[in-house]
């Protein structure tokens, strides 16, 4: 041990040892703009080298560098570039990438003010600049946790708590067992990072209460039950197929005269409400209870960072409460309170630099961006025959179809081939599609056309198969 402790207190003061990391990281990011979007075949058979078994002795630091940049680096997916349109994955603003790095070496536990000062200081700040910048209600807390499906997961469990209160029940004391009945309502197309968080809070996926959805995947307001205060009412600002946004001004209101807590998932179409041109599309929506929004999407902060916004923080807090002797109370805000995490990495250093560094005019010219190239990806595509267009392209989402299925899911294959960007699938109406999420401040006009025509590469090497197979 000894030797070991020797040997790491001299790679702690070894800058080339961590000049060396940032100087591989920098040449990736030096690539990222070029760079094949998904990995080589080669490259993610190489990966096969990590395949051993745990060393039985300590190594050399430098080594473990080295083996991570020669074999990791070539298999890292670019989505930090500007044709990655997979999934909803946002890139990465320099500033909160470069806060990042620099609070690395802090490595800082948050769950305390006494823990980690700075992140306290930072979670109050950026608190609240969102309730300024969404418009929220004075009386919102916020925590912050990885990502959507946590908050969710947390803004149920406020809503939870809320709303067995409201019959005088104490969900913490005694749990579920024999407690008044929950209505669950939301609509066809929740995410299923939703129909998780019901089920983790153990409410039920069967008890779900459907509502209907429109053709772009909204619920329909006039379908909505009769509520009251013992229903959690769940919306979407952000269809993951459609980009679509629930009609929250004809929803909300009445859903909270009625008593309901609305849950908002809006994981990443909440940022149009920070926006000056597509803000009318969550308009109304500061009537909810909870709202649960990413960083780490169309806000283009590293992974991972969401956060769980809430205008009761009695719910949340008392849902998230956990005490012990050994637990120091801050004079300000303990983060703990506000997350079901107690250790938690200081994700809050990022979202502080990103918002920093953008402003209210930044957020809304990058955000209004990705709205523009979509719009541009839809009307280049829609011109190409064997091409539809099939949503109404409200924000960053464009779904699009071949002839057939099997067209559509053989060009999807084709595209990730080609790996000049990268397009996943999904299910759209019963069908096939192919789905197009533009998310990151790198995309260009030049990326959405160099992106399409691989799409009709795609399409044409795919045409050119299928006759072969006629003939
Ligand atoms: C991505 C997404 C989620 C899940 O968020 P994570 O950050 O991946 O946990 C939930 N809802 C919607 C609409 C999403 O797009």
Known sequence: MKNLQKQMLSEFQDESLFKKAESFGLEFLSQALDRNVYPTEEALENLS???????ENSGNAHDVIDLLHKHGSPAAVTQVGGRYFGFVNGSVVPAGLAAKNLSIFWDQNTAMQVLSPIASKLETVVQNWLIQLFGLPERTVAGFVSGT???????????????????????????????????????????????????????????????????????????????????????????????????????CKKAREQGAWIHIDGAFGLWAGATTQLKHLTKGFE??????????????????????????????????HMSGGYIIQGKDR???????????????????ATLKYLGR?????????????????????????GFSVLNEVVFNQVIVQCETDDVTDKVIEEVQNLRECWVGGSVWKGRRIIRV???????????????????????????????MLRS
């Open 437 to 467: 999420s533009i998310c990151s401040w790198v995309t260009s006009e030049e990326d959405i056309s160099r992106s399409v025509k691989s799409l009709i590469k795609a399409k044409k090497i795919v045409d050119d198969q299928m006759s």
């Open 361 to 385: 005019k930044g957020i809304d010219e990058m955000v209004t961006n990705m709205h523009k190239r979509s719009i541009q990806f839809a009307n280049e595509i829609a011109k190409e025959d």
């Open 149 to 251: 499906s946590m908050a969710n997961f947390c803004g149920l469990a406020a809503a939870r708590y809320r709303v067995l209160q409201n019959s005088g029940w104490d969900f913490n004391e005694n749990g579920l067992f024999g407690a008044p009945k929950i209505r669950v309502v939301t609509g066809r197309d929740a995410h299923s990072t939703v129909l998780k968080a019901i089920a983790l809070n153990g409410l039920g996926k069967g008890n779900i209460e459907w509502v209907d959805v429109d053709n772009e995947g909204r619920i329909i307001p006039e379908q909505i039950p009769e509520l009251d205060n013992h229903t959690i009412l769940i919306l979407q600002a952000g269809n993951v197929n459609s980009g679509s946004f629930d009609d929250f001004n004809s929803i």
């Open 334 to 352: 303990d983060g703990m309170y506000f997350t079901p995490e107690m250790s938690r990495r200081a994700r809050i250093i990022e979202l502080w």
């Open 287 to 320: 009537h909810a209870n909870s709202w649960a929004v990413d960083g780490h999407k169309t806000l283009n902060t590293p992974y991972d960072s969401g956060i769980i916004m809430c205008d009761d923080q009695e719910a949340l807090m008392s849902s998230l």
């Open 49 to 55: 080298v990590f395949d051993e078994e745990l060393p």
